[in-house]
């Protein structure tokens, strides 16, 4: 199946979209606020008592992901207000919407078309008339033979050594995709070829990346949608600087730089040879650029071919997402689930847990794309919005987790819906090491599903003082994710049942998920901090609050000599 059909949304409406639906004023939202009381008592021990065939009735797979979302408290009539509550917010359009290209990122007025970036060759997706998936294949294909040319020893750097060690320039957008998946997918990896990441301005992160690399086998990725962001130009001067002083002449950044970006102007301006400008779109949103040649990267450690299966997978939950009825769609089910849980049952952090160390970075790479995406407090009609939108996501991978803060999910105040996400089957195998793992993962949801009661801990002979102590109340609500293995295709769908999770989230909580304006603020004060920190006399050109002005000169105290 693929992508073909562009919009069915007459062209006078696509600027309507999505719709602006305050969700508080549906009688759907009324009803699951009374739902929610009369479940406030029930604990999920009698749910599992009562229904035998709860694990299957609340079970749903798709792509090589399997969901059991059985250990949350809900009934089948918690669903279907849900999925009431879903149509009557209007979902079934604002995807259509975004499938067709329509500028649905109205606060900057650009389509959302990630979609578009796994879509197969033959897809015709229309931006302004025109499909854009030629493009997207363009840029694929050339991505694929500088990787295969890298990966065969054939791209000399100036001296004639092949290149062996990459270094990517980026940061947030640029960079959390790129690092989480070539860590998740290191067992697909080519063996002696170094894939590296700089993100943090502090230049210890570039210097430490450097120490032990060779210039003459190095090339740079300065990964930048916009060539404009002050950590990334910062550190592409600075690493453009250390290759000069090591090969002493400039015409050797042609040989060790290239440049992902939407602004390929600035990047030849840089110095890059435009055959090493990588392109890519104003319809990609930086959290959501993965697939573009953002993923270069990826692409040079994989491989082009694991690149693609990770696309394939991508775009096998985008049909899914796309296509299926919510029942069993399973990012409209966790979206359902994460607004049962923060707007009816008011817990507002949601943990992502993987029992996988090459997910490692998953959880932070997961926070950037749901906090960006919708921490935010204005609603489609420009007012405040008067519920709770995205909620704070964190997550460590297990079974470390389970020796640091597992206690708190445990037996704390808060209740945290979490997502564990288990594999079958290791990419690589030791021993008893996955069973281990896998075992782990399910005993902690079994664990916080039904706790101890206070009667099984006497039955151990505990002495009654430390009863209390021993109990678990559990009744505590999570979702298993189940990936028969990690690879490049299951890690796609996982990415992107997640992208599309958070899409419906926005869509109901009726904000803006593409744009991302909360970021801009700290960004010109710095600048304008930056000035004043390296003054040479006294004075202060900015306006600065007292705390700030004190923290101003303090800093240049102990800068100054
Ligand atoms: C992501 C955000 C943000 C962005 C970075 C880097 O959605 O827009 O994290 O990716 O600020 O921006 P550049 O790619 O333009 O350097």
Not at 68 to 89: G, P, W
Not at 232 to 249: P, V
Not at 263 to 278: K, L, R, S
Not at 411 to 431: L, S
């Amino acid at each position: 199946m693929s992508i073909t059909k562009t919009s069915s949304i007459p062209r006078q409406d696509r600027m309507k979209f999505p719709t602006t639906i305050n969700p508080t004023s549906l009688p759907q939202w009324r009803v699951l606020n009374e739902h929610a009381r009369s479940l406030q008592s029930v604990h999920l021990r009698d749910l599992f008592a009562d229904n035998p065939r709860r694990a299957q009735q609340f079970s749903a797979d798709a792509a090589g992901i399997f969901v059991d979302y059985s250990k949350n408290r809900i009934t089948a009539e918690t669903m279907q207000h849900l999925f009431a509550l879903v149509d009557a917010c209007a979902l079934r359009p604002a995807i259509d919407a975004m499938f067709a290209g329509v500028p649905i990122n109205h606060t900057e007025n650009r389509p959302v078309l990630h979609v578009a970036l796994r879509a197969p060759r033959d897809a015709d997706i229309r931006v302004d008339g025109r499909n854009v998936v030629p493009a997207v294949h363009d840029v694929l294909d050339r991505m694929g033979a500088c990787a295969d040319r890298i990966r065969a020893g054939n791209w000399d750097g100036y001296s004639g050594r092949p290149i062996r060690n990459i270094v990517n320039i980026g940061i947030g957008g640029s960079d959390l995709g790129p690092v989480m998946a070539t860590e998740a997918l290191k067992p697909f990896a080519k063996p002696g070829l170094r894939v590296r990441f700089v993100s943090n301005i502090d230049g210890a992160h570039l210097q430490e990346t450097l120490r032990d690399l060779d210039a003459a086998e190095t090339l740079f990725i300065v990964a930048s949608k916009t060539f404009t962001t002050q950590e990334t130009m910062t550190n592409a001067q600075s690493a453009r600087a250390w290759c000069l002083a090591k090969l002493k002449d400039e015409s050797a950044v042609a040989r060790h730089f290239a440049a992902v970006s939407t602004n390929i102007d600035a990047a030849t301006e840089f110095g890059i040879d435009p055959d090493n400008v990588f392109g890519f779109w104003d319809w990609v949103g930086g959290r959501y650029s993965l697939c573009s040649a953002i993923g270069l990267p990826l692409m040079i450690a994989v491989g082009p071919d694991h690149f693609r299966a990770m696309l394939a997978g991508f775009h096998a939950m985008d049909i899914h997402f796309r296509d299926t009825p919510w029942t069993d769609n399973l990012p409209v089910i966790l979206a359902l689930l994460g607004i049962w849980h923060g707007n009816f049952m008011g817990y507002d952090t949601h943990a992502v847990l993987p029992y996988s160390q090459c997910l490692a970075r998953f959880p932070a790479y997961l926070q950037q794309a749901d906090m960006e995406s919708n921490g935010k407090s204005v609603d489609r009609s420009g007012h405040a919005v008067d519920i709770m939108t995205g909620p704070i996501v964190w997550g460590e991978p297990g079974t470390n987790g389970q020796h640091a803060f597992f206690q708190l999910l445990h037996q704390g105040t808060r209740i945290v819906p979490a997502d564990f996400i288990a594999v079958c089957r290791a990419a690589e195998p030791m021993g008893r090491h996955q069973d281990m793992l896998a075992a782990n993962c399910f005993a902690q949801t079994q664990a916080l599903a039904f706790g101890r009661s206070a009667a099984d801990v006497e039955t151990e002979g505990t002495p009654a003082d430390l009863v209390p102590y021993k109990t678990f109340s559990g009744n505590r609500p999570t979702n298993t994710l189940v990936l028969d293995a990690l690879t490049p295709r299951t890690l796609g769908a996982l990415i992107a049942l997640y992208e599309h999770k958070i899409f419906v989230q926005g869509i109901i909580w009726n904000i803006y998920s593409f744009d991302q304006w909360g970021v801009e603020l700290g960004k010109k004060l710095a600048h304008r901090i930056l000035e004043d920190l390296t003054r040479k006399d006294d004075g202060m050109s900015g306006d600065h609050d007292s705390s700030t002005a004190a923290l101003i000169r303090r800093y240049r105290t102990h800068t100054s000599g």
